[in-house]
Structure formats: C-alpha cells, structure tokens
C-alpha cells in the first residue's frame, strides 16, 4: 500500500441526535476529507464535526430520491484511491440493515484499508427513547430486530412471521410502516394474542419524534391516525406496556 491510498471509515452515527454519536464516531469525522452519508445520519454533526469536508449525500429514500448502492462503493473507491480519509456516514449501526457489510467487501476486495467505528442502532435506542425496557425482567428474555420492508406474504420475505409468533420475544420492525397492517394480521393468526401491547416511533431521537401505542389488532389504524411515517419502528410485546403503571 503505498503513502498516497486512502482509507475508509466505515462509521454508525446514532439514530439521529448528535448527542448519541460515539467518540469514536466524532473521531472519524473530524480525521474526514470527505463525508458519504444518507438523510437517517446526524447531519448536524458532520457541520460540528467535519466542517473541513466534502460531503456527498447519497439518497435512499423509500419511493424517493435514491443512489444506487453500486454508485455508493464508486464514490468510496474514487475517493480513497484518490488518497482521501472517507467517512460513510450511516444512522444507527451500520451493520444493521445498512449494508455497511457489502461496502466492508468492495473496499477491503480493491485493497483499500477500513475501519469499523459501531453505532447506537435505532432498534435499540428509539425503544429506550419511547420508555420501553425490551427485555424488562418477568416479560421478555429475549429481542428479535427483523426488516418489515416487504409484507408476510411476500414472495421476497425472508422472515418466518408465523414462527416469530410464537417465540415469546419482543418483536422490533424496522422498515414496516406501509406493511404494518399485514404483519399484525399474520403474527395474529399465527397465535399472538391480538391484545398484545405495541407502539410505532416516528422520527425517533429527534424534535419530532412521535409515539403511538395501541393493541397489536390496532396499531397499524392507530399508527397510520396518528401520523407515523418513515423512519418508523414497531415494537411488539408485553415490554411495551410494562413502564405505564410506574411510569
Ligand atoms: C435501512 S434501516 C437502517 C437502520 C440503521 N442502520 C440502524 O441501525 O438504526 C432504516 C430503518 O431504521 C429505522 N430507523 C432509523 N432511524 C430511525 C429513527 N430515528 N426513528 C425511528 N426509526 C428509525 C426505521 O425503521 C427505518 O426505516
């Protein structure tokens, strides 16, 4: 490798509050010559922290603006080759549902070196934002953090919704706002009791953030009353409802 190749850091920015970036990540950002990031990363901390960088937004927005992820790993190659220090900039963790392990894969395969710098994921954080313990002790041993992007019945769904059911975790959907109905319907009709307690978290870890909560049976009506949009997590499951009497 020689002096002139670049690097790629590959950084989890939090779910959206500046404040819940790591050091680590604030790091990275002020080592940047360029910053690749989407609308779910703190754009607020790039201005903090990277005010000597270029920054590329590259777009993924559901039915909305959109960079293909292969532009994406062009954009990082050009610029590490071209001897730059590039941050991608991604909301929560980059590893989860944010295709940081692809992006890891083209760099290293061109011989560029990467670094890894985790973040506060939102599955984690905008549950804990909303008041909800997701493995509150006496009601939940146990989280499973699965995509809602396509519906149950789906012919591209991966996901074992009618065994999910049954497993007794709490259920965290990430990407399942306009598939929320069907979800709820299939775990339903796969045994889950149709009073379980849910809640949907819009905007989670910012100004706008909104919270709805309802019965399984209901969530999706009362998510969609209640004016939940993308970015939206669904939590399912007793935990949901465990702080409300001590709350
Ligand atoms: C492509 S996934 C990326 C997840 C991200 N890598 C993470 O660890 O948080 C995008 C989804 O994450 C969830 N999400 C991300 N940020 C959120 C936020 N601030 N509030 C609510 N949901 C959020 C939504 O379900 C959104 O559709």
Known sequence: MNDTTGRVLLVGGGPGDPGLLTIAGRDALRRADVVVTDRLAPLAAIAEHAPQAEVVHVGKIPRGEFTPQERIHELLLEHARAGRTVVRLKGGDGYLFGRGGEEWQVCTGAGIPVEVVPGVSSAFA????????????????????????????????????????????TIVVLMGVATLGSIAETLIAAGLDASTPAA????????????????????????????????????????VAALEQTG
């Open 126 to 169: 905008v549950p804990a934002l909303a008041g909800i313990p997701m493995t509150h002790r006496g009601l939940s041993q146990g989280v499973a953090v699965v995509s809602g992007h396509v519906a149950p019945d789906d012919p591209r769904s991966e996901v074992d919704w009618s065994g999910l059911a049954t497993t007794g975790l």
């Open 200 to 239: 949907s978290i819009a905007d989670g870890a910012s100004p706008s953030q909104r919270v709805v909560r309802a019965r399984l049976d209901g969530i999706a009506t009362a998510a969609d009353e209640g004016g939940i949009a993308p970015p939206a997590i669904t939590v399912i499951g007793d935990v």
